[in-house]
């Protein structure tokens, strides 16, 4: 067993590497590299602060990709309504979708008669967050039974809820219990998914990753749109017809993402103060991992960096949803 001398020395010399390492261009410090890698550092996973900092980190991993992914759905959609409306694609998300909902108010203001407007059918996309698999998740990474953690359905349990309703039970049994559909939050087990958040009570790492988790596993039913113009209001019909062709092909999409966007933007805004709270106890926390230190405190530092460019790409395809809703007459 080491002493509290050789612990010091340790902690010491780490702290001079780190200082050494970081002004010399050529060397290489485990964990690193700018990205994150939840198995680029041994077994640190061993320890209970191990487990849940791996936990975290898999999470960040999981979250990095669900965000893209929304990301490129959102931009897909827009790269097909700016094909129907002959505009170029070029630049960034928000670039190209905003050209494009500036482009469709200018063709619908040519195009039909002033105060009028398309006949819009639109179904929205449902989207439904696994809370049981959400308590799975958070009592993995505590180690402990599902039943010791918590996690609620924050909206509405359209199987049935059995628990306390704090909101509206429809179809329940009466008594303290729902046991119907619940409308507002589930307080117990909700049989056929949460058309909502999952809003998981655990220790900080593991609430991150299993909200990150549920989120990003969503399931959804896609959205549904039909656009169609009345002959008598039509001014402009080439210029009527490229919108109604661009909002077909590519809102359903952008739209469905919007329903994708509620949980998952919740589960990041969770995962980013739990990141920035390791952050902050990142010294610290890295010296617990004894020889594991310079890589724990690469992979917090990596994690941390990640915040910016996450809520960067929340905000931008909350920000082109929220127009295409408009879009539709639905905010």
């Not at 791996?54 to 490129?72: D, H, M, N, P, Q």
């Not at 805004?269 to 405190?297: H, M, N, P, V």
């Amino acid at each position: 067993m080491r002493s509290n001398h050789s612990r010091a020395f340790v902690a010491i010399m780490m702290a001079v590497l780190v200082g050494g390492l970081a002004g010399c261009p050529g060397a290489k410090i485990p964990g690193r590299g700018g990205k994150v890698d939840p198995n680029t550092c041994g077994n640190y996973a061993v320890s209970d602060a191990g487990r849940k900092l791996k936990a975290f980190l898999e999470a960040t991993v999981k979250l990095e990709e669900a965000v893209k992914g929304v990301e490129v759905e959102v931009r897909t959609g827009c790269d097909a309504m700016a094909k129907e409306l002959g505009l170029d694609a070029k630049g960034d998300t928000k670039d190209v979708c905003n050209r494009v909902f500036a482009q469709i108010k200018e063709d619908l203001s040519v195009g039909i008669q002033a105060n009028a407007s398309l006949t819009i059918d639109y179904k929205p996309a449902v989207c439904r967050v696994d809370v049981q698999a959400a308590a799975s998740v958070a009592a993995e990474c505590e180690a402990s039974a599902s039943g010791n953690v918590t996690v609620e359905c924050s909206g509405s349990c359209s199987g049935t809820c059995s628990g306390e309703c704090d909101g509206t039970c429809k179809g329940g049994s009466g008594g303290s219990e729902c046991n119907g559909e619940c409308d507002g939050v589930c307080r117990g087990e909700c049989s056929s998914g949460c058309e909502g958040e999952a809003d998981v009570q655990a220790s900080a790492e593991c609430e991150a990753k299993a909200e990150v988790y549920a989120s990003a596993e969503v399931e959804c039913t896609p959205a549904e749109l039909n656009v169609e113009a009345d002959a008598s209001v039509v001014v402009d019909a080439p210029r009527t017809d490229r919108v109604i062709a661009a909002m077909k092909a590519g809102l359903p999409q952008i739209l469905t993402v919007e329903a994708k966007l509620r949980p998952l933007a919740k589960a990041a805004k969770t995962w980013a103060a739990t990141a920035r709270s390791l952050g902050e106890a990142g010294a610290e926390l890295a010296k617990s991992f004894e020889d594991q230190a310079l890589c724990i405190s690469g992979q917090i530092s990596a994690a941390v960096a990640a915040v910016a460019n996450i809520e960067a790409s929340v905000s931008v395809s909350v920000e082109v949803s929220a127009s295409a809703s408009g879009s539709v007459g639905t905010n």
